[in-house]
């Protein structure tokens, strides 16, 4: 069964310093796979998406993320954070084509001034 | 502009209550999907719906059911409400065509069953 590994439940960065989150995850077929950010208060948004071609992915927000087969990781980068970046990240893979997805548990971004 | 709606952002029920939660979308996505989000699990799938009146189940069905009569309409429901089912309930929608995937969520209900 597929599966999502976030190692990191906090993360504490100092604004303008680079930032990156971990995800493993464990999938038998090629995987589809997906960073989304929460916002206090809000729904998840989609930061960004992997399913195949270049390993490294661009998305919103100035963030990237860069697909590792032969790590089964996919984390997540930003090379100057803001404070407005505070959050909660969510790596997820997706199955059944990709119509569902599977969640890590999650990691909190908080950012120091 | 697309849109997840929940009827509700926070509610509060007893223990034994039938509780219905609701989620509109405004995208005419054919998928549309409940999760419970609870700190440490992340989002967890409930049940998966990929048309009206088609359902699946997903990771954690017990306890819950739901129904989508119309396509833009999908409502989960706590037969009988017990504390822990305390948790955040997040809908989304998305569309299979395009191969884009992206789900679309709501702003989420907070439920909180004494």
């Known amino acids: 069964a597929q599966s999502v590994t976030q190692p990191d439940i906090h993360i504490t960065v100092s604004e303008g310093a680079s930032l990156e989150l971990r995800c493993n995850y464990s999938?038998?077929?090629?995987?589809?796979l997906f960073w989304y950010v929460q916002s206090p208060g809000q729904g998840l948004q989609l930061l960004l998406k992997y399913f195949s071609g270049d390993t490294l992915v661009q998305g919103i927000k100035g963030f990237e993320a860069e697909f590792k087969r032969s790590q089964s990781s996919f984390n997540l980068r930003k090379p100057s954070v803001h404070w407005s970046d505070a959050a909660e990240y969510f790596c997820a893979v997706g199955r059944n084509a990709g119509n569902m997805l599977t969640f890590g548990g999650g990691t909190r971004l908080m950012v120091k001034p | 502009d697309v849109k997840v709606t929940q009827s509700s952002r926070y509610l509060v029920k007893r223990t034994g209550e039938k509780v219905f939660l609701e989620c509109v979308q405004d995208?005419?996505?054919?998928?549309m999907f409940w999760y419970r989000q609870d700190p440490g699990l992340g989002l967890r799938l409930i049940y998966f719906s990929y048309d009206v009146k088609m359902k699946e189940k997903g990771d954690i069905p017990e306890g819950y059911s739901v129904s989508r009569e119309k396509k833009e309409r999908f409502s989960l429901i706590l037969e009988s409400a017990s504390t822990n089912q305390t948790s955040m309930y997040l809908c989304a929608s998305s569309s299979p065509t395009g191969a884009t995937y992206e789900q679309y969520f709501g702003p989420g209900t907070r439920l909180t069953v004494t």
């Open positions: 999938y038998g077929a090629t995987p589809y």
């Open positions: 995208m005419d996505h054919e998928n």
